[in-house]
């Protein structure tokens, strides 16, 4: 089959494209601009994956440049992951952030209503929608109602919204995924827990003092790694019913602060770093706990998160000390990889 992603460039998308590849799809990538931005993906993309992929140019926020996009290849599915997607950066910049976020899809769905009524669509919306549902409801679902509490979510949430409703009523092959957290090789350190990582890396390289600024340690989170939520994808492309929304998520939940102290173990500086809290790394509203319930997605596609959260944050801290090109420590050898 022949697969479009969206935000190919960012997190998910590298990976989703590796298991593309190898399953035997043809796959191409949405770039906005043609500064050689998509070698970096090569980070976590190998280079036979790599030279099989296709690159393609244009810009979600410009109706008439998805049209020509849709027109020229006759795609079976669009991934679209493309997104601003750092809800801090959406309160200061909420404008820009709907305008990517919503009106993008809107543009996407739109071109592909118009050109290819046949390409089914995947839009990857949040568990932000939620908000903060109080914790004694339990573990949310997709019956949850809607109620962002940030400019990132309130985006997301008016596309999932426009995206199932032109579903239902075109009888377009659209639906949603909405993921919980998720983390893994290749996550920015603007996000937390990569950026608890990051800074580890930079401890041990003796480029950072042992402080490691953090945001707020006690929210709680269900999250998985960010391979498995390729593969949640890639299954649910598949098989997804039109106009329906699927949570995506890990199976088990953690505090910051205690996926924090796994790593500050794994890499021996346990009792060594000083924890302190930044406030420009707590959100003006914070959402104190999400834990997750994907029990539709796992009955319709069978999937099962595969990767252990030890691997997922080693996986992660051997990514950044890469990426610093520096040789991988071998206090990190000492957790458990499977």
Same mark, same amino acid.
């Given at each position: 089959?022949?697969?479009?992603?969206?935000?190919?460039?960012?997190?998910?998308?590298?990976?989703?494209?590796?298991?593309?590849?190898?399953?035997?799809?043809?796959?191409?990538?949405?770039?906005?601009?043609?500064?050689?931005?998509?070698?970096?993906?090569?980070?976590?993309?190998?280079?036979?994956?790599?030279?099989?992929?296709?690159?393609?140019?244009?810009?979600?926020?410009?109706?008439?440049?998805?049209?020509?996009?849709?027109?020229?290849?006759?795609?079976?599915?669009?991934?679209?992951?493309?997104?601003?997607?750092?809800?801090?950066?959406?309160?200061?910049?909420?404008?820009?952030?709907?305008?990517?976020?919503?009106?993008?899809?809107?543009?996407?769905?739109?071109?592909?209503?118009?050109?290819? /009524?046949?390409?089914?669509?995947?839009?990857?919306?949040?568990?932000?929608?939620?908000?903060?549902?109080?914790?004694?409801?339990?573990?949310?679902?997709?019956?949850? /109602?809607?109620?962002?509490?940030?400019?990132?979510?309130?985006?997301?949430?008016?596309?999932?919204?426009?995206?199932?409703?032109?579903?239902?009523?075109?009888?377009?092959?659209?639906?949603?995924?909405?993921?919980?957290?998720?983390?893994?090789?290749?996550?920015?350190?603007?996000?937390?827990?990569?950026?608890?990582?990051?800074?580890?890396?930079?401890?041990?390289?003796?480029?950072?003092?042992?402080?490691?600024?953090?945001g707020a340690l006690s929210s709680r989170r269900t999250v998985a790694d960010v391979r498995d939520i390729a593969a949640a994808y890639a299954a649910l492309m598949l098989r997804a019913e039109p106009a329906t929304a699927y949570n995506v998520g890990g199976e088990e939940t953690f505090s910051m602060g205690e996926l924090l102290d796994r790593m500050l173990d794994v890499t021996g500086l346990a009792g060594q770093v000083e924890k302190r809290v930044d406030p420009?790394?707590?959100?003006?509203?914070?959402?104190?706990?999400?834990?997750?319930?994907?029990?539709?997605?796992?009955?319709?596609?069978?999937?099962?998160?595969?990767?252990?959260?030890?691997?997922?944050?080693?996986?992660?801290?051997?990514?950044?000390?890469?990426?610093?090109?520096?040789?991988?420590?071998?206090?990190?050898?000492?957790?458990?990889?499977?």
């Amino acid at each position: 089959m022949r697969f479009l992603i969206t935000g190919i460039t960012g997190f998910v998308g590298p990976h989703l494209a590796n298991l593309l590849v190898r399953d035997g799809h043809e796959v191409y990538g949405l770039l906005r601009s043609s500064n050689g931005r998509e070698e970096d993906i090569r980070d976590v993309v190998p280079d036979e994956i790599y030279g099989e992929l296709r690159f393609i140019h244009g810009d979600l926020r410009e109706f008439e440049s998805c049209t020509q996009v849709l027109s020229r290849v006759d795609f079976d599915g669009v991934f679209h992951l493309a997104a601003q997607s750092h809800p801090p950066t959406s309160f200061l910049d909420p404008r820009g952030t709907f305008l990517t976020n919503a009106l993008g899809t809107i543009n996407l769905a739109e071109a592909i209503r118009t050109t290819t /009524p046949d390409c089914r669509l995947l839009f990857c919306s949040t568990s932000e929608v939620y908000g903060a549902p109080p914790s004694e409801r339990g573990p949310i679902n997709e019956d949850f /109602p809607i109620a962002p509490v940030n400019p990132y979510g309130a985006s997301k949430a008016a596309a999932d919204c426009y995206v199932r409703e032109r579903a239902a009523s075109t009888e377009m092959g659209f639906f949603v995924t909405r993921a919980f957290s998720h983390t893994g090789p290749r996550r920015a350190r603007c996000f937390s827990i990569a950026s608890d990582a990051y800074q580890i890396v930079r401890i041990l390289d003796g480029r950072q003092e042992p402080v490691i600024r953090v945001g707020a340690l006690s929210s709680r989170r269900t999250v998985a790694d960010v391979r498995d939520i390729a593969a949640a994808y890639a299954a649910l492309m598949l098989r997804a019913e039109p106009a329906t929304a699927y949570n995506v998520g890990g199976e088990e939940t953690f505090s910051m602060g205690e996926l924090l102290d796994r790593m500050l173990d794994v890499t021996g500086l346990a009792g060594q770093v000083e924890k302190r809290v930044d406030p420009a790394l707590v959100r003006p509203i914070d959402i104190p706990v999400q834990v997750c319930d994907s029990s539709r997605c796992r009955t319709l596609t069978g999937w099962q998160p595969e990767i252990s959260i030890d691997r997922t944050l080693t996986d992660l801290l051997e990514y950044h000390t890469r990426k610093m090109g520096q040789p991988v420590d071998a206090t990190m050898a000492r957790l458990p990889l499977r």
